[in-house]
């Protein structure tokens, strides 16, 4: 009886086998791995390249609230405008330079989440390491708006933290307007990306430190080598091919630093200074009551694009020549 009950159970496993062969065999591997990145090119399709059909207002003397069939047809004028008009090329060079300007200080400052990642990972004491990465990635989290409020409640005149130290130790009679200066303005923005990107920024380069192979710091202290030696022979070393992948992708994305945190923190006195190209783009669309905002602006963000592919070529083309890799 057992010797039956185990005759079938080997017959049942066979045949299931043998149907689940005959039904993998019936879609070929290429496919079905394309089924499996098939939602992905969805997401892709719907929100990366089907917003690029809005690029026809550029060619047209778009007037809101009409449609667009009639509109007149202007073919390149609202591009051949940007460097015809002086009023508008000075202001596509203002926020172009504002642009890089904070952009470039950006790239100054990458090493930053490495060297913190490092520090990071050098306390020894579990539960402390993890505080502190906790308390440095939750502001990755915090929207740009709260990070203003924080910001104001720090640094404004009557009832900011700042001031009301300053006053009290005698450094100052009156207090100071941080937030509405518009000097250093570059410094101040870049402060505060790195104060809400730094604990984000070294998860990648943690992980990295993980995947380094742990006999070498073995080897490296039988040799003698204290922990000092090792950051510097083992630890950065491992971490520079991953920093300079990042470094070649913030390079091919220089002029795409984002809108929300100039949004916020932009006054009257300080308009000139942040205004970067994002924003710009945004305050002609929809800031502006001009009836040229919109086509003007999609021009703008058509050349903006037109940069941003560049400069993924350029940043493709160094990689290759200093790491002998391409990043796309």
């Given amino acids: 009886m057992v010797h039956r ?14 149907n689940g062969k005959a039904a993998g065999q019936g879609l070929p591997q290429k496919y079905r791995l394309f089924l499996l990145l098939l939602p992905f090119i969805i997401l892709v399709a719907l929100f990366a390249y ?33 460097v015809s008009s002086e009023v508008r090329r000075g202001e596509v060079f203002r926020v172009m330079k504002n642009t890089l300007a904070i952009s470039g200080l950006g790239l100054l400052t990458s090493w930053l989440p490495i060297a913190f990642a490092v520090l990071l990972s050098e306390i020894r004491i579990l539960p402390y390491r993890k505080l502190i990465q906790t308390l440095t990635t939750i502001p990755n989290f915090i929207s740009w708006v709260l990070v203003y409020s924080f910001a104001f409640a720090l640094f404004s005149v009557d009832a900011g933290l700042v001031n009301r130290i300053l006053i009290d130790w005698g450094l100052i009679d009156k207090g100071i307007n941080f937030l509405l200066s518009g000097e250093h303005i570059w410094i101040k923005m870049t402060a505060w990306n790195i104060w809400k ?5 070294a998860i990648i380069y943690l992980a990295a430190i993980a995947g380094i192979d742990q006999e070498l710091y073995e080897a490296a202290r039988v040799d003698g080598a204290g922990r000092f030696r090792q950051m510097l022979h083992i630890t950065l070393p491992g971490l520079l091919p991953t920093y300079f992948v990042l470094l070649m992708l913030s ?3 220089l002029i795409n630093n984002g809108m929300d945190q100039y949004f916020v923190f932009r006054n009257a006195m300080n308009k000139d200074t942040i205004e970067v190209l994002d924003l710009y783009v945004y305050n002609l669309g929809f800031g502006s009551n001009s009836t040229s905002g919109i086509p003007f602006a999609t021009a703008v963000s058509m050349l903006k694009s037109a940069v941003s592919l560049t400069l993924l070529f350029f940043a493709n083309s160094l990689s290759k020549l200093l790491r002998g890799e391409s990043i796309v």
Avoid: E, M
């Avoid at 079938?8 to 299931?16: E, L, M, N, S, W």
């Avoid at 917003?51 to 009639?70: E, H, Q, T, V």
């Avoid at 990107?197 to 920024?201: M, P, Q």
């Fill in 5 to 18: 009950n185990v005759s079938t159970g080997r017959r049942f496993v066979r045949a299931a086998a043998k």
């Fill in 197 to 201: 990107g730094l604990g984000w920024g």
């Fill in 50 to 82: 089907l917003p690029l059909y809005g690029w026809r207002y550029a060619f047209f003397n778009y007037r809101p609230g009409l449609p667009l069939k009639l509109s007149n047809f202007v073919g390149f004028d609202w591009f051949k405008s940007i």
């Fill in 251 to 253: 390079i091919a994305n």
